[in-house]
């Protein structure tokens, strides 16, 4: 599908006309056909799909076999598929917005622009993502909206992309009979074909058919996760722009899974679970400190301006900050960032001070700086962020030296009016996991009581 004669820059909403048809039945033996005219795409549900087979993977790092006797075979659903869905409301008889839906959450976007392609006369249709820096662009025909996902900060990396109107169905409509309810928590191992594997804890509700979940690592959780248990298999899928998730499993009578999680088209890896509903990760406020040598946090920093900012800067005296190290890129970052614009929404303080680190993918200084203004446009940000440097995590440590590691974004580190630090936490544990109450709770408490001293 070629897309070189789409115009980037078009920003106006909704700018063809299409027509739906309308049946409206007069007797039992009778109907007449009347167009119902939209100003955009149809309103209602739609099923799509990112096919994540057409570009290569990376399975099996380290090419070790993986036991013959599991039967990996998913056969309810299409290989390399990672389906999801979405809702196009009109909010007027003009304009209109798209909702992509995961569980109980709801991703609103209503930057798209719809037009026509010069040599070829076709509909076209761009859905962006402005925080995340990625959008969709495709033709649009019939009811199939048809072409790619692209994300522009990783060297246009791109996924064929399709979606059909009137389908509410996620993964499939069949209602096989489960072996077993796997509602709960589960202990869970990724990369299991390495000699490294990580950690993580599963937690999911089944309804019926319906499954609903999340996993959770040391460095953050993925964010809310629907799908479906049809007999032995479990699948799980989200997208939001940022990450497109896919989970496959087959569930064992022994109450354990084995299966296979991809993230976009170019990762592929194997995991493995089972109940274990003690299991625990490490603690977050623990796997990232200072180093010895060091007495504390210090940084320099242009901020959207260009201006250089550091902690010593009189607008930050006396003041208790809260320093977030993030990225625009990072859906984990930019649900901490929701939570912290709540709290400073709900605890107006002059004594609190909140200052984010952006490490971006772009390489180019005004690039992510202007990537960084529209994240902090997007979500009325008001407090500085500054731009701290690549975001690959070894590279990143050179700008913030005192620190063992950056492990993870995000990284919240607070520290007193003097400067002293006072609390690390690695990770984020967002509102799709059971910790997110947990998390909140101790930052309230830790943030109130340095604010009352």
């Known amino acids: 599908m070629n897309f070189k004669d789409y115009i980037t820059p078009l920003r106006i909403k909704k700018l063809s006309t299409f027509f739906p048809l309308l049946i409206i039945c007069l007797s039992f033996k009778a109907c007449i056909v009347v167009p119902e005219q939209y100003s955009g795409l149809p309103p209602g549900p739609w099923r799509a799909v990112l096919k994540l087979e057409p ?24 290989e390399g598929e990672l389906p999801f869905n979405f809702e196009v409301i009109y909010d007027t008889k003009e304009d209109y917005h798209i909702e ?47 072409g790619r996902w692209i ?71 993925y964010r809310y996760l629907e799908g479906t248990v049809q007999a032995d298999k479990a699948y799980l899928s989200t997208f939001d722009g940022a990450h497109a998730f896919l989970f496959e499993a087959k569930i064992r009578e022994d109450s354990t899974m084995i299966g296979t999680f991809r993230s976009g088209s170019h990762y ?55 320093v977030q190290i993030m990225g625009t890129w990072c859906p984990n970052c930019r649900d901490e960032t929701n939570y912290l614009l709540e709290y400073l929404k709900n605890n107006p303080s002059d004594k609190l ?9 772009y390489r180019e200084n005004d690039q992510a700086l202007l990537t960084i203004k529209n994240f902090k446009e997007e979500l009325n940000i008001p407090y500085p962020i500054l731009l701290a440097g690549y975001y690959n995590k070894k590279e990143a440590l050179n700008s913030l030296p005192m620190l063992n590691h950056i492990l993870s974004y995000p990284t919240l580190i607070v520290l007193d009016e003097n400067n002293e630090i006072k609390w690390i936490h690695t990770g984020f544990k967002g509102p799709a996991t059971s910790g997110y109450d947990e998390f909140k709770q101790k930052f309230e408490t830790i943030i109130g009581e340095l604010i009352a001293d």
Do not use: C
Request: net charge negative; glycine share 6%.
């Open 55 to 78: 570009r290569p993977v990376i399975p099996n790092p380290d090419a070790k076999p993986m036991p013959e006797k599991v039967n990996m075979q998913f056969e309810e659903v299409m």
């Open 100 to 146: 992509f839906i995961h569980g109980e959450e709801r991703i609103y976007i209503d930057e798209i622009s719809m037009g026509r392609t010069p040599s070829r006369a076709r509909d076209t249709v761009r859905i962006d993502f402005p925080v995340f820096d990625s959008y969709i662009v495709a033709y649009y025909e019939e009811n199939v909206i048809e």
């Open 151 to 221: 994300v522009p900060n990783r060297g246009n990396y791109s996924i064929p992309f399709v979606a059909y109107h009137g389908k509410d169905h996620r993964f499939t409509s069949l209602r096989k009979e489960p072996l077993m309810d796997i509602s709960g928590k589960w202990e869970a191992y990724f990369e299991i074909e390495t000699d490294s594997p990580y950690k993580a804890i599963g937690e999911f509700v089944q309804n019926g058919n319906h499954l609903t979940g999340t996993f959770l690592t040391e460095t953050g959780d």
């Open 268 to 322: 592929k890896t194997t995991w493995e679970a089972k109940r274990n509903p003690y299991f625990e990760l490490g603690d977050p406020d623990t796997l990232t400190y200072i180093k010895e040598g060091y007495e504390g946090l210090a940084f320099e920093f242009p901020n959207t301006e260009g201006i250089l900012t550091n902690l010593e800067d009189k607008e930050f005296e006396g003041k208790v900050k809260v």
């Open 353 to 361: 001070q909140v200052i984010s680190l952006a490490f971006e993918k």
